[in-house]
Every structure is written in structure tokens, then in C-alpha cells.
Nanobody, 122 residues
Framework: QVQLVESGGGLVQAGGSLRLSCAAS????????KGWFRQAPGKEREFVAA????????IYADSVKGRFTISRDNAKNMVYLQMNSLKPEDTAVYYC???????????????WGQGTQVTVSS
């Protein structure tokens, strides 16, 4: 089983940037697909981005394409979400997810972290 811990959230003005990190422990993390989801107050959790185990394949929600970049460092057991040009509607708790199957990650399955709050002020 994979344990995930997110960090890097905070308060930022619209147009600013943040970089979220997700540290993982557990067996064969480097072979797992990873993803980021978010949940705003009063809304359902939504998919943000995902990356295959080798980093060769990435998938993004339309709402973040061109602004967010997902990456990973298997040597450090880390996955990142670089968020640029942030908007107030990006405000949410951001969660890291992992599974051996990329399709499971993108559908909301797998292991999850506790989340990190991102607040974008207008």
C-alpha cells in the first residue's frame, strides 16, 4: 500500500503560482501512476491531472490545460503539480492519488493523501 502526503498549498493572488508536492512511501511507488484531484467547498471532487509511471504520458482536465504541469521524480518518490496563472476558481483542497493503473487513478480510485488547501484571492 502507498502512503501519500501533500504539501505546498497556501494563499496566493490571482495570476500567481504555486507548486504542490506529494511525497510517497510504500512499495514500488516508482511503478505507480499518479494524479491530482481537487474539491472546492460544496462541490464534488474533480480530476485535475495524472501522469503514468514513467512520466511519458500526462493527462489534464480542460480547465487547467496550459496552466498546470504534473511531473514526477521517481528517485525521490515525489510527484509535483506546478500551477501557474491561478484563478479564484482554482481554490480547493488538492489531493494526490496513486495506483498501479493510470485508468484507476483518472477515475478516482487508488490510494489518497489527506489533501492540501489552495486559496486564490481575486
Amino acid at each position: 500500500q502507498v502512503q501519500l502526503v501533500e504539501s505546498g498549498g497556501g494563499l496566493v493572488q490571482a495570476g500567481g503560482s504555486l507548486r504542490l508536492s506529494c511525497a510517497a512511501s510504500g512499495r514500488t511507488f516508482s511503478m505507480y501512476a499518479k494524479g491530482w484531484f481537487r474539491q472546492a467547498p460544496g462541490k464534488e471532487r474533480e480530476f485535475v491531472a495524472a501522469i503514468g509511471w514513467s512520466g511519458g504520458r500526462t493527462i489534464y482536465a480542460d480547465s487547467v490545460k496550459g496552466r498546470f504541469t504534473i511531473s514526477r521524480d521517481n528517485a525521490k518518490n515525489m510527484v509535483y503539480l506546478q500551477m501557474n496563472s491561478l484563478k479564484p476558481e482554482d481554490t480547493a483542497v488538492y489531493y494526490c492519488a496513486a495506483d498501479s493503473d493510470l485508468a484507476v487513478v483518472t477515475s478516482g480510485g487508488g490510494s489518497w493523501g489527506q489533501g492540501t488547501q489552495v486559496t486564490v484571492s481575486s
